[in-house]
């Protein structure tokens, strides 16, 4: 991607709430070649509360320091993508492929894909600004009767975008229904810049089909990391061997709960880090037989040893 080279062709997605410092840690720790952070607001008056701050390069990542930034202002997203240079950010993704409507509403998000001129205007201007790789994340358009994944892909190759992300799904799909990737397909026939597929890939088979069908330049995990984020371990393993790696033993999915679990106490402080590991506990758990009734007990403590005390016993 430009001048930036990561090892593999394994990347964890920017996901909202989600893909924090503590989380992109752990996929770099399982293989994944680029972790995105969440996304970062270009509204230079948020730039420095906790909130954003917490959302920036981090010097202590593991892996290429990438930031995704999203907005609709052009000269925003110029200035927003310049600030998280200075910070260290050594990639720059865009987003154009949010559907929640609080983002949309405001233009921004899949939202773009409706006006192509401002597209290419927000690229240029972004591209311009910036001495590091900017790469752009989109759907396949805004609905099923206007899908412009490849004039945009053609749009973005022509403004410097170094890699082109494609979720395979239009706006009005949201996370529903299954991700296609007919469209991610297409594109790779009409542009030369790294191709990344997106949506659905949840398993290691699912990613060799998706590599094989789509011939993308590499691939994209969300949801599915959630809650397993060795995800990027064993697709490695299966592309390279032929066969499934073997499953984590609960004593392995004890010790990296724990990790991410002390982690986000650490990152956010007791308050904030009790309630962001009820998510990610819900995840790690979900799995496991009779695990409900746990997590209706976890989700009311509000001690972070109290946490790490009832995830001990709980993986016994």
């Known amino acids: 991607m430009g001048n930036l080279t990561i090892r593999n062709r394994l990347l964890a997605a920017p996901m909202a709430g989600i893909s924090d410092l503590p989380f992109r840690s752990l996929c770099y720790q399982f293989g994944a070649g680029l972790a995105f952070s969440e996304m970062f607001l270009a509204n230079s008056q ?11 390069a981090h010097k202590d990542e593991l892996g290429p320091r990438a930031v995704q930034i999203v907005g609709s ?16 950010a050594e990639l720059i993704d865009i987003n154009m492929g949010c559907p929640a409507k609080k983002v949309n509403k405001k ?19 972004v591209v311009q600004s ?69 949506g659905d890939i949840t398993s290691p088979e699912k990613a060799e089909e998706v590599f094989h069908y789509t011939q ?39 010790q990296i709960t724990l990790q991410h679990i002390k982690s986000l106490h650490q ?16 995840w790690y758990t979900q799995s496991y037989a009779n695990s409900d009734h746990f997590r209706r007990l ?3 403590i509000n001690n ?9 016993a709980f993986f016994v």
């Open 46 to 56: 948020i730039w420095h509360t906790e909130q954003s701050l917490q959302k920036m």
């Open 73 to 88: 202002d052009p000269d925003e997203m110029a200035k927003t993508a310049k600030f998280n240079e200075l910070q260290g």
């Open 107 to 125: 233009l921004a998000g899949s939202a773009l894909l409706q006006y192509p001129d401002l597209v290419e205007t927000i690229l240029l201007n």
């Open 130 to 198: 910036v001495n590091v790789p900017v790469t752009l994340k989109i759907r396949t358009g805004w609905d099923k009767s206007h899908k412009n994944c490849i004039d945009i892909a053609q749009i973005a190759q022509k403004c410097g975008i170094k890699a082109l992300t494609i979720h395979g799904r239009t706006r009005e799909c949201l996370f529903k229904s299954s991700a296609e990737y007919d469209s991610i397909k297409e594109v790779k026939k009409y542009v030369t810049i790294p191709i990344i597929a997106n």
């Open 216 to 254: 993308a330049d590499a691939i994209m995990i969300g949801r599915a990391a959630n809650g397993n984020p060795w995800i990027f371990e064993d697709i490695a393993f299966y592309l390279k061997h032929g066969k499934l790696k073997s499953v984590k033993s609960i004593d392995e999915v004890k």
């Open 267 to 282: 990152f956010y402080g007791e308050r904030k880090g009790l309630q962001i590991a009820r998510k990610h506990v819900f």
């Open 298 to 300: 976890f989700s009311e």
């Open 304 to 312: 972070a040893q109290q946490q790490i005390d009832a995830l001990e």
